[in-house]
């Protein structure tokens, strides 16, 4: 056997959901080369497990890190946790196609607007292809940055030569239109898009592609948003990825009762067109107090208490009275909302289609402590403390799972010939750290990362092995 490493006496989690058995792993050229009880020849190079996790690395179904990974593509925040793949341009946002100057909300949560200089998608996923970073991604286009790119006003529908101009913006993939980029997918996102604007998915779309919308509503009108993303998953015959599946509001909590209904789970293997999954994403302190509190935006930071329990009426008496007032002078401003239900968060984390994303912002100078220990606190308050579900449901959920719903072929699973992305941690003392004061923390437990056969994280830091890829939906996916 020709090895460039072996793990020894890990305990093998495969991402099938099957249970864990324990064994060696070898890897070669960038794929996995053998699993199981076999004995590594002599003068190989070899790293003893030490009886830990081995899984396959963490794919995070939702993040805005399009523009992280030219920044910064070490990418710590998102290999320190386990990730090896991030799936970018959700919420209808993405870095390109976009050349501005001057960069609108919502897309300026994106980075810096020096980051917006790619006229073409392919343009951007050509620059990630030449200059990688430590993670794969995953590459959606959005809605709304196309409508920015050839629009004045988003609020209005396009007229037919700005749907001309949109088309030529997304060209590239395999040489071919904007329908060629739902190779990987469309990310459909704001509530200002008009529903024929939605619906002309159906021209772009292809069968058995992925249809990835930010939710029209979330709250009290939930029920007919995601008929409507469904409505244009059957038009389409597209995979429909709902994020972010919650309900905000206390008249809205337990809801997912009758949300899920519309989500019907199906055998594995099933090959429907259409089929939805639910993108789910774990907030900290999902259960907190009803009110919203203001985080961290200069002199708003004092309407967050050290508990997370600061009241509206404060903050509205610091920044001045008036209905319009406030929001004006804070539209720069973050916000950290306490609007949702343990139980339904439970209810919807363990049902079988959910993924798990983590949606942090990672410009934000003091984020959202899910851009850091998203993954992690799964590990140990879902599985380790709670029991919600075993440790191969959970990890199954962040692999398998979501390599299938997104089309990737050899990817999330351990078994001889599959791409080496792997995580190997302590399921003992896998823990998020970060907080919403100290935001910025790595987490416990996580000892090693591979991307693509490269290690990128070791006990504690960045390895400077940009192994990442672009990656692309396998032709013959369901």
């Known amino acids: ?59 995070d179904s939702h993040t805005h890190d399009d523009g992280y990974l030219l920044a910064h593509p070490d990418m710590t925040p998102k290999v320190s946790q386990g ?4 799936v970018t341009g959700n919420c209808g946002i993405s870095l390109a196609p976009l050349v501005r100057d001057a960069v609108p909300q919502p897309l300026d949560l994106l980075g810096p607007p020096g980051l917006f200089r790619f006229a073409t998608f392919a343009d951007w996923v050509a620059h990630l292809q030449a200059q990688p970073a430590a993670t794969n991604v995953i590459a959606l286009v959005g809605h709304t940055t196309l409508r920015v790119a050839v629009m004045d006003d988003t609020a209005r529908a396009r007229r037919p030569r700005a749907r001309g101009d949109g088309r030529a913006a997304g060209r590239g993939h395999a040489g071919g239109r904007l329908r060629r980029i739902h190779r990987h997918v469309l990310s459909a996102g704001g509530g200002r898009a008009h529903r024929r604007d939605h619906r002309r998915v159906r021209a772009a779309g292809r069968p058995r592609r992925l249809y990835a919308t930010h939710l029209r509503d979330e709250a009290d ?91 509206f009426p404060r903050t509205h008496a610091d920044i001045g009275p008036g209905r319009a007032g406030p929001a004006r002078k804070a539209a720069a401003a973050a916000a950290i909302y306490f609007v949702m239900d343990e139980g339904d968060v439970e209810r919807i984390a363990s049902f079988p289609l959910t993924l798990f994303g983590s949606d942090g912002l990672p410009f934000d100078p003091r984020p959202h402590p899910r851009q850091w220990g998203t993954f992690p606190r799964i590990l140990a308050r879902m599985v ?23 089309g990737l072929a050899q990817r999330g699973r351990i078994a001889p010939g599959c791409h080496a992305d792997l995580v190997l941690f302590d399921a003992d003392r896998v823990q998020d750290r970060a907080t919403f004061e100290d935001p910025i923390q790595v987490s416990a437990g996580i000892d090693g990362v591979w991307v693509n056969g490269r290690r990128v994280w070791n006990e504690g830091r960045a390895l400077p092995a940009y ?8 032709p013959d996916a369901a």
């Open 467 to 474: 192994s990442g890829q672009v990656l692309r939906r396998a």
């Open 1 to 59: 056997m020709q090895a460039d490493l072996i793990i020894t006496n890990a305990l093998i989690v495969d991402g099938s959901g099957g249970a864990p058995v324990r064994g060696n792993l070898a890897i070669q050229d960038q794929r996995i080369l053998a699993v199981g009880e076999f004995q590594p020849p002599a003068g190989a190079n070899t790293r003893d497990a030490g009886g830990k996790v081995l899984a396959p690395g963490f794919i």
């Open 83 to 86: 990730i090896t793949t991030v």
């Open 384 to 406: 380790r403390e709670s029991g919600l579900m075993t440790l191969e449901q959970a990890v199954h959920k962040m692999t398998g799972l979501a390599a299938r719903q997104y």
């Open 221 to 311: 009108h939930i029920v007919p948003a995601m008929e409507e993303a469904l409505e244009i998953g059957r038009a389409t015959g597209a995979r429909v990825v709902f994020s972010h599946h919650k309900l905000a509001g206390e008249r809205n909590h337990g809801r997912s009762r009758e949300t899920l209904e519309l989500t019907p789970g199906r055998p594995r293997g099933s090959r429907l067109p259409g089929l939805p999954s639910v993108s789910g994403h774990f907030h900290h302190a999902a259960a907190g107090p009803r009110e919203p509190s203001l985080a961290h935006h200069d002199h708003l930071v004092q309407g967050l208490s050290r508990g997370g329990r600061a009241r």
